[in-house]
């Protein structure tokens, strides 16, 4: 099977149902392709309404508006109105994207939330639940108390039935299976006992799509999307490396649950087990960024990680939840993610970001190394990953310097600090130094989200060139060494931020004069 390049999700609830004002249209039903066509997106992925509640005409699950007449909720009237116009023009939201994928080129897989933690008789419980309340549901207080619990025969055939009505009735390219609406699936003592029922359901599934496939002639592929960390999966009985090795699916997606988005490699045993299998495995960056120019990471950024990712046997990225409407921004980022070797010769900026998690709490990212406190006799080593090809553009003398940037949070000027990069020292003076008295970092936090490193600070910016042999493929070490600490400044000092941008002798149009300076958009 084709191997998608770059993959879209939307949720169909809040970048498309939600922004339908009454009554639809059937151009506005078929905006999630419309809306990524010309870019290089080809494989565009379509939430099934609610986790548990859809907006497509459903033989077999409860639709939007089904054993509730009132809404209280504005947002889900809108949702609701949606559907009853859809309905009076004989259509719905899933056959009019698919359609609208057929006509246009545009690959659509609707995707299926397999967990749902709404209780009985709740505006989005199912109709599995409704019928059979706690007899289906995991039942552990605190933890998945109205989560299906699929040891249950009854759960496992209710998810099938929507699957096959995808691919019998909407005729669906493929189905993705998302796992990252809840981490639950089975109760808590049952876990391992289970994960092989598990890999049989995911069997029975490749076995439905392709008993369904040799009837239409075709290939269905199935893709399932999961957590990012071994561990995680296999915590919540999910064996995605036998899935893989059974040739269950066809394309895996691991979702990073983090907050902040890095260049840094990410675990191989995703992209290994899929290229093993004949498979491929695609990557979920986070949206947001940790730094003062951008709150979402900018083009430059999302290059640097698909080389990354390139290097590793990774065959792409999955994104998602952009900024919406698109402007050129987003379609940028959609237009040249899909081609990371075409950008091999392009500027980009590697960058390390600070832990997550509460303060004065232990970290939920412990692998960063970032932010890092400068204490006096101490020498720090912190490491960067760069992916381009360094050797082959110096060869062919298409590399200009890099540039790599230091940020600091309540710098002291007058202290002994001693920079390294790669063994060589960086004198001072050959740096650019600039400072900013009340900096303001652009991330704009939601719900729990947690990053523990300042919002906001004293900061001070150290910029070198470094000399083309500097630089190397892989891993570059920076090392701080603090000497001596101005014993008057008894402020904590400590940096932030590290970035490596590099720099090519590419196309590009002459700079101008008198431009003004724009605020960097939030997000």
Request: net charge negative; with cysteine.
């Amino acid at each position: 099977m084709k191997k998608p390049r770059l993959i879209y999700y939307n949720d169909a609830h809040h970048f498309n149902a939600k922004r339908i004002e009454p009554p639809a249209s059937i151009h506005q039903l078929q905006w999630p392709v419309d809306e990524v066509l010309g870019t290089g997106v080809d494989l565009l992925v379509l939430g099934l309404g609610y986790a548990d509640v859809y907006f497509h005409n459903s033989k077999v699950g409860r639709v939007v508006g089904q054993m509730k007449e009132v809404w209280e909720n504005y947002i889900d009237w809108r949702i609701m109105r949606m559907v009853e116009e859809a309905q009076k023009m004989g259509t719905d939201q899933v056959h009019e994207v698919i359609k609208r994928g057929r006509e246009m080129g545009m690959t659509v897989f609707p995707s299926l939330k397999l967990q749902a933690s709404s209780p009985p008789g709740s505006d989005r419980c199912g109709l599995l639940k409704w019928n059979h309340g706690a007899e289906v549901c995991i039942g552990e207080e605190g933890r998945a108390e109205w989560c299906y619990d699929f040891a249950h025969e009854l759960v496992r055939q209710d998810k099938l039935a929507v699957l096959r009505e995808m691919l019998e009735d909407y005729n669906a390219d493929g189905i993705e299976l998302d796992f990252m609406f809840d981490s639950y699936y089975f109760k808590r003592v049952e876990i391992e006992k289970n994960t092989p029922l598990m890999n049989r359901f995911i069997a029975e599934i490749r076995e439905m799509a392709n008993d369904i496939g040799g009837q239409q002639g075709r290939a269905i592929p199935i893709m399932a999307r999961v957590d990012l960390d071994r561990e995680k999966n296999l915590a919540m009985g999910l064996d995605v490396e036998t899935w893989l090795q059974e040739g269950s699916i066809n394309y895996v997606v691991g979702q990073d649950p983090d907050v902040l988005t890095d260049t840094e490699p990410k675990p191989r045993w995703m992209p290994d087990a899929a290229n093993a299998a004949g498979a491929a495995a695609y990557y979920r960056p986070p949206r947001r960024v940790y730094d003062e120019r951008v709150g979402q990471p900018s083009i430059e950024m999302y290059n640097a990680l698909g080389q990354t990712l390139r290097w590793a046997g990774w065959a792409g990225m999955y994104h998602g939840y952009l900024p919406w409407p698109f402007s050129e921004r987003e379609y940028q980022t959609l237009r040249e993610g899909a081609y990371p070797e075409v950008h091999a010769r392009r500027d980009k900026r590697y960058l390390l970001q600070p832990r997550e998690g509460e303060p004065d709490k232990p970290t939920t990212t412990p692998e960063r190394q970032l932010p890092l406190e400068l204490k006096e006799g101490e020498t720090a080593a912190i490491n960067i990953w760069i992916a381009d090809d360094i050797e082959s553009a110096k060869k062919d003398g298409e590399m200009r310097k890099p540039i790599l940037t230091l940020r600091f949070s309540f710098f002291c000027i007058e202290d002994d600090i001693e920079f390294r990069f790669n063994d060589r020292v960086l004198p001072w003076e050959d740096a650019e130094i600039t400072d900013e008295r009340a900096l303001t970092i652009q991330v704009q936090l939601a719900g729990s989200m947690h990053i523990q490193a300042p919002l906001g600070m004293s900061a001070h910016w150290f910029r070198y060139k470094l000399e083309l042999d500097d630089l190397k493929r892989g891993r570059n070490t920076i090392e701080i060494e603090t000497k001596r600490l101005m014993k008057t400044a008894g402020f904590t000092r400590s940096v932030n931020g590290i970035e490596i941008q590099t720099r090519y002798k590419d196309f590009s149009r002459p700079e101008g004069l008198e431009l003004e300076r724009i605020a960097p958009p939030g997000g």
